[in-house]
């Protein structure tokens, strides 16, 4: 008996060490998730900056005309496509969903594929698919390495772009969502089709002075929608691994509740263990006390 006491102990205080784990990733996800989401809100302002300058050129008609001539040129290429997935694990279907959803839709495009990866999990999962994959990068652990990540991706892009004339770029991820954890999404950064820029043209400026383009239509176009590109992808990175804090919490708070329940189980089971031990010990001390208190009698007799 006192050996199946002392396993539950161990097992007792093994749960409880495990569910003081479970907690500290919960506060850590949660933590994490706000971070996430301020930075996302941060990017509005600066976003809407670039959208106003954006519509000033285009309002000139010959920059808006020189890209959509480059991009008819394009039109047939390659079709590049950036996965953003998760490196860790307790996410449950988070890597999953995502690929999956990249997957149906790109088996619908025409055009051969360049696909990059953000997480050896939605990595692997992407390449069981048969999935072409052209690059794998590592995801930021906090919101200063974010910057960095959409810095490398750009760059490679751009290279990839330049020799595979590839004008098409989707990206896909899991977005958070009200009434569930997140939901897959994609948007299509590339082309600049000619609703999106006749839509930014009709933009009204703040304010009574008019603007005026400096130092060539151009190049300051090129400037801005390099800008948009990296607040895009940006926001994406962010709502991706927003995504995944929560799928992570989500996951943690279920462990939290099981191994509750697995203490109260092992508490109850201990207690009735000891309970019975105490009760065979009682019982033997009585009938000690009952042969005792015979044995007397019986020699008299």
């Not at 749960?15 to 506060?27: E, H, N, P, Y």
């Not at 670039?50 to 008609?61: D, K, M, N, T, W």
């Not at 808006?64 to 039109?75: C, G, T, V, W, Y």
């Not at 590592?138 to 919101?143: L, T």
Request: proline share 3%; aromatic share 6%; charged share 20%.
């Amino acid at each position: 008996m006192s050996d199946s006491t002392a396993s539950l102990r161990r097992k007792i205080a093994s749960a409880g060490d495990l569910q003081s784990v479970v907690r500290t990733m919960k506060a850590l996800a949660a933590s994490s998730i706000g971070q996430y989401e301020n930075s996302v809100r941060a990017l509005a302002e600066y976003y809407r900056a670039v959208e106003l300058g954006l519509g000033a050129c285009f309002r000139q008609s010959e920059p808006a005309a020189s890209i959509a001539q480059s991009q008819r040129r394009l039109d047939r290429s390659a079709i590049g496509a950036i996965v953003f997935g998760s490196d860790q694990g307790l996410v449950g279907q988070f890597n999953d969903v995502v690929a999956d959803y990249a997957i149906k839709t790109l088996s619908a495009l025409p055009g051969k594929l360049e696909v990059w990866a953000v997480g050896e999990r939605v990595h692997a999962h992407l390449a069981d698919a048969g999935v072409p994959l052209t690059g794998l990068f590592s995801v930021p652990g906090s919101v200063r390495g974010i910057a960095a990540l959409v810095g490398r991706i750009q760059i490679e892009c751009e290279a990839h772009r330049a020799l595979s004339e590839a004008a098409h770029l989707y990206v896909f991820r899991n977005r958070p969502a009200s009434g569930a954890l997140y939901e897959p999404v994609s948007q299509r950064l590339l082309p600049l089709d000619a609703q999106w820029q006749q839509g930014l043209a009709r933009v009204a400026w703040p304010t009574g002075n008019l603007p005026e383009v400096l130092g060539g239509g151009t190049g300051t176009l090129r400037a801005l929608v390099r800008e948009y590109l990296f607040i895009s992808l940006f926001r994406a990175c962010a709502e991706s691994l927003a995504s995944e804090n929560a799928s992570r919490l989500a996951a943690m708070e279920r462990a939290d509740r099981n191994i509750d329940e697995l203490l109260v189980n092992l508490h109850g089971t201990f207690h009735r263990l000891r309970q019975s031990s105490v009760d065979e010990e009682l019982f033997d001390v009585i009938s000690g006390y009952e042969a005792l208190s015979k044995g007397p009698e019986g020699s008299k007799g």
